[in-house]
């Protein structure tokens, strides 16, 4: 069990640039999310996969954001024509069917748009 | 809209004294309640979680939780500053939703 990661850690972006941050989720957990987090701010919801299924997105989420998890595995985030408000760490997390309902975070990928 | 209320502090405690964060929520359906610390800089991790009303203690960690009242706190007791992090409330319905809505977060500071 290596966790949760992410990559990458950091991105600087110029504004209008698209960019792509990719999920490896704890290999036996079927369980996806995405949040993003500003400053001061907790974790704000944006999408949930249950196994390659999408299941919920946010009513926030722009059509500049778009995500999937192929095969149920790996998942990737891409925002298009990033904006500065995009700036922000951008967490994935995951969590099992069987377990407490806890989820397990990535590092994060920040994200900087100038 | 389910929210999740915390105060974003800080709050400052003595080293050796108990801390008590605060969290209430909207949405009355709400089943599963979680507490989570984050290190600035890092990403959050499970304290502890709560299903039913009462207390539930693991260790210096005690979670409370009212569902009338729609509230549920942490305590931590003998302080470290160690401790000293934001400590964010999440709270997820019932109904097949899997979702944790979280709160903004309280800052802990344990000083010496």
């Known amino acids: 069990d290596t966790g949760v990661s992410q990559d990458p850690r950091h991105k600087i972006t110029k504004r209008g640039q698209n960019v792509t941050f990719r999920c490896d989720p704890i290999?036996?957990?079927?369980?996806l999310y995405w949040y993003r987090q500003t400053l001061g701010q907790g974790p704000e919801f944006l999408t949930y996969?249950?196994?390659?299924?999408?299941?919920?997105k946010s009513r926030l989420l722009s059509d500049r954001f778009s995500a999937e998890r192929p095969k149920g595995s790996f998942s990737t985030l891409e925002i298009q024509r990033t904006e500065q408000g995009d700036s922000a760490m951008y967490l994935c997390?995951?969590?099992?069917?069987?377990?407490?309902?806890?989820?397990?975070f990535g590092e994060g990928s920040r994200l900087t748009v100038l | 809209q389910k929210e999740v209320e915390q105060n974003s502090g800080p709050l400052s405690v003595p080293e050796g004294a108990i801390a008590s964060l605060n969290c209430t929520y909207s949405d009355r359906g709400s089943q599963s309640f979680f507490w989570y610390r984050q290190y600035s800089g890092k990403s959050p991790e499970l304290i502890m979680f709560i299903y039913s009303n009462g207390d539930k203690e693991d260790g210096r960690f005690t979670a409370q939780l009212n569902k009338a009242s729609q509230y549920v706190s942490l305590l931590i007791r003998d302080s470290q500053p160690s401790d000293s992090a934001t400590y964010l409330c999440?709270?997820?319905?019932?109904?097949?939703?899997?979702?944790?809505?979280f709160g903004r977060g309280t800052s802990l500071i344990v000083h010496p």
């Open positions: 999440a709270v997820q319905a019932s109904g097949g939703s899997y979702i944790p809505t």
């Open positions: 996969f249950q196994n390659e299924a999408q299941l919920e």
């Open positions: 997390a995951s969590s099992s069917t069987t377990n407490t309902g806890e989820l397990f």
């Open positions: 290999s036996e957990h079927n369980r």
